[in-house]
Nanobody, 126 residues
């Protein structure tokens, strides 16, 4: 499985960014693709995840109601993370990760994911 994240950058507080993750190589029909982030000196935390099986989603408490995860309707293996109302505390390296086959209930922890892509840096200035 290969995961390619893109879309990071510098944005002012209150602004928006959209991250993209292109995934390939799944051999299972059911899998989950999600986003984690890691700020300097902090542990990696689960941001959001979506299942290919039923489009069920998970959001971390700190991003609920601000971030939205979605899958491309045509290219099912392209996942987006729309990030609105960004704040300086959202500054981190964002990683795209995948789990195959899907295992509900384990998306919060980085240890629950099976595959990782390289990160993309998101910097929010105050």
């Amino acid at each position: 499985v290969q995961l390619q994240a893109s879309g990071g950058g510098l944005v002012q507080a209150g602004g928006s960014l959209r991250l993209s993750c292109a995934a390939s190589g799944f051999i299972y029909d059911s899998y989950a693709i999600g986003w984690f982030r890691q700020a300097p000196g902090k542990e990696r935390e689960g941001v959001s995840c979506i299942s290919s099986k039923d489009d069920s989603t998970y959001y971390g408490d700190s991003v609920q109601d601000r971030f939205t995860i979605s899958r491309d309707n045509v290219t099912k293996n392209m996942v987006y993370l729309q990030m609105n109302s960004l704040a300086p505390e959202d500054t981190a390296v964002y990683y795209c990760a995948a789990q195959a086959p899907v295992r509900y209930g384990s998306w919060r922890r980085s240890g629950g994911m099976d595959y990782w892509g390289k990160g993309t840096l998101v910097t929010v200035s105050s």
